[in-house]
């Protein structure tokens, strides 16, 4: 099992910026992929980047230019920094890490934090 904590979320102003971490424990040997995801109200959760353990990111159409995804595999973290935040950034952002087993893949979900972003 991998148990990861989040935090960094709160109130920003349209534009400002705001960097998430994550910290992952527990069978972190397994991890392959980590990342970060988020839900607006009302809406689907939905990528935001993503980061290989070789350091290999991508992200979503939406968020590129403006948000850099970074990891210290050493430390088992993730980080998002976001810059240039808009309105429509708003949501709960999650911290996912994929772990890969023997018998197939999992996926493990932070409790999630709060960002919101006011015009």
């Known amino acids: 099992q991998v148990q990861l904590v989040e935090s960094g979320g709160g109130l920003v102003q349209a534009g400002g910026s705001l960097r998430l971490s994550c910290s992952a424990s527990g069978s972190i040997a397994s991890i392959a992929t980590m990342g970060w995801y988020r839900q607006a109200l009302g809406k689907q959760r939905e990528l935001v980047a993503r980061i290989t353990a070789g350091g290999s990111a991508s992200y979503a159409d939406s968020v590129k230019g403006r948000f850099t995804i970074s990891r210290d595999n050493a430390k088992s973290t993730v980080s998002l920094q976001m810059n240039s935040l808009k309105p429509e950034d708003t949501a709960v952002y999650y911290c996912?890490?994929?772990?890969?087993?023997?018998?197939?893949?999992?996926?493990?979900w932070g409790q999630g934090t709060q960002v919101t972003v006011s015009s």
């Open positions: 996912n890490a994929n772990a890969i087993y023997t018998l197939g893949k999992k996926d493990f």
